[in-house]
């Protein structure tokens, strides 16, 4: 019996760079040079594994409806999706990064109702309802630095690395929310119905972590 068809749906961007020399450790190369193409569904050397590269943000979507059996993605993204409708087996430990709230230096945030500006509305909606405070939660989709220097918002839900982009902008990270990192979703049928074939990539994947991990 030929093997199952495998779809992986990858993150473009920084996570694709890092993803793809791990990929090619666990034994999966795209046919063409993924990151100077404009395609978005590559063939790889395994006649079976097809590559899509799409946002970050529509891989879970991808992934829980099944039109990709695997999914490549930030933890940020995977719980601003905010599904438990696939499975998530394996932390690749890449990216890895936090996801913090954010003010400017020595602003206090203790009046009744917080404005927060992200582009992680549903995360920051749990966050602050897990805290029980209310907020009015405003929508952006990119440079949240500026909402609380603007006067936009009195604070922000963003991806902390080093800090230095909080500091240049005379702002201050606060509350922990989350460790991010790049994970791998399957697809829940795609586990039972073509278990084998996800086993296999999953355990080279699981492989090429710990080398990676001993570099
Ligand atoms: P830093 O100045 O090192 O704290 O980096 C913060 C900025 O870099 C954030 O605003 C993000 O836009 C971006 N960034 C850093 N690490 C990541 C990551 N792992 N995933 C996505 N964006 C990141």
Partial sequence: MSPAKLVIAL????????????????????????RNSRKLLFDSNLPNVR???????????????????????GKDMILEYGSQGFYEPLDLKLARCRLMTAA??????????LRVASK???IAKRFFA???????I???NGALELAPLMGLADCIVDIVDTGKTLKAHGLESRDWIADVSTRVIVNRAAMKIKHAEVQALLQRLQQAVERQQVV
């Fill in 11 to 34: 993150t473009k961007g920084r996570i694709l760079d890092e993803v793809l020399p791990l990929l090619e450790q666990a034994g999966v190369t795209p046919q063409e040079d993924i």
């Fill in 51 to 73: 590559l899509m590269v799409i946002r970050g943000s529509d891989v879970p979507t991808y992934v829980e409806l099944g039109s990709a059996d695997i999914g490549i993605a």
């Fill in 104 to 113: 400017a230096v020595g602003a206090r945030l203790d009046g009744p109702r």
């Fill in 120 to 122: 992680f509305v549903n």
């Fill in 130 to 136: 897990e805290q029980g405070r209310q907020v009015d």
């Fill in 138 to 140: 405003i929508k952006l």
